[in-house]
């Protein structure tokens, strides 16, 4: 039977069709749709970003209706929808022009999805690792070891949130870097704090913005290959800073042309290398990885257990 999941992002809205018994994949793409842009600050969805995002949602209920009529529709709304104090309201709208239910998911859940996610993407080492996921709106982070959570948690420090709330300059200036940074270690002072007690060294990301870094590293060392069907990607670190250090230098519009950069992270890109750099140095990683599987992923795992646990919409 086919299922159609679609993840309702801050960034983008992202849909997976696939085939619950034999695993193929149907379909399994995005649409920028930037649901919390110019709302962040003060947690509002304005009137253009949510036009945004049901035009996305019609868009994906054509592509479910051409390649699976009959699959049952699961929707998931994740920061962006979550905090915003007219969250309610859209989520009314949604199921009022698209007869779509969405299900507004906790930060915490988020996070439970994404392990699921990862855990079907890769096999997990036994040894203390972190896995991250970095959204427009909020940072989810699972500690593992032994294969199985220790400690997990939601942040409000997404790319799109830290750059409404900071607005640094173009290049970033090292002292707002620092600002930032020094903002980062604060809130994530209980997750700094699990880590001081496990010691990971190995950090594993999930999502959009790790799926560019990955990508801008093969494209411009050119010593690694990325394997779609390995499920996952090993960054050389060097590789890595390297990309990190040229995206923190470069203007917009060099980041735009950076090889394997796509125009919806260009301005975004640099919010997501000040959370990995933290982490990189404060715990001494010495592993990091790429994982094509996240959420939307861990919500088919989800389904094969408790069908029953979401809310589901059809055509």
Request: hydrophobic share 40%; glycine share 6%.
């Amino acid at each position: 039977m086919k299922i159609a999941v679609i993840d309702c992002g801050t960034n983008t809205f992202n849909l997976l069709i696939k085939n619950q018994q034999t695993g193929e994949i149907h379909y399994n793409d995005k649409i920028p749709v930037r649901l919390g842009q110019g709302g962040l600050e003060d947690n509002t969805l304005n009137e253009a970003s949510w036009q945004r995002g049901l035009d996305a949602l019609h868009s994906h209920k054509k592509t479910i209706a051409q390649l699976a009529p009959n699959a049952p529709i699961y929707v998931m709304a994740t920061s962006a929808v979550r905090s915003a104090s007219n969250g309610a309201a859209f989520v009314k709208a949604v199921a009022d022009e698209t007869g779509l239910k969405l299900n507004v998911i906790s930060g915490d859940q988020e996070a439970e999805l994404i392990f699921k996610g990862v855990q079907q993407g890769m096999n997990l080492p036994d040894a203390p690792t972190l896995i991250m996921d970095i959204g427009g709106g909020s940072s989810e982070f699972i500690l593992v070891e032994n294969q199985k959570p220790v400690f997990q948690a939601s942040y409000n420090i997404g790319s799109s949130r830290l750059m409404e709330n900071f607005r640094p300059a173009d290049p970033i200036l090292p002292e707002e870097a620092k600002k930032i940074t020094d903002y980062l270690e604060t809130e994530l002072q209980d997750l700094l704090a699990v880590c001081q007690k496990y010691q990971p060294r190995i950090l594993i990301g999930s999502s959009g913005s790790f799926d560019t870094i990955a990508d801008m590293c093969v494209q411009n060392f050119k010593t690694t290959k990325l394997e779609p069907e390995k499920g996952y990607y090993t960054f050389k670190l060097h590789e890595y800073m390297q990309i990190a250090q040229r995206m923190a230098e470069a203007t917009y519009d060099e980041r735009l042309h950076t090889p394997g950069m796509i125009p919806m992270r260009a301005d975004l890109i640099v919010m997501a290398h000040l959370q990995i750099n933290l982490l990189v140095k404060r715990l001494g990683i010495k592993t990091l990885q790429q994982c094509n599987f996240a959420l939307k992923e861990g919500l088919f795992h989800s389904l094969k257990a408790n069908p029953e646990k979401w809310q589901k919409s059809s055509l």
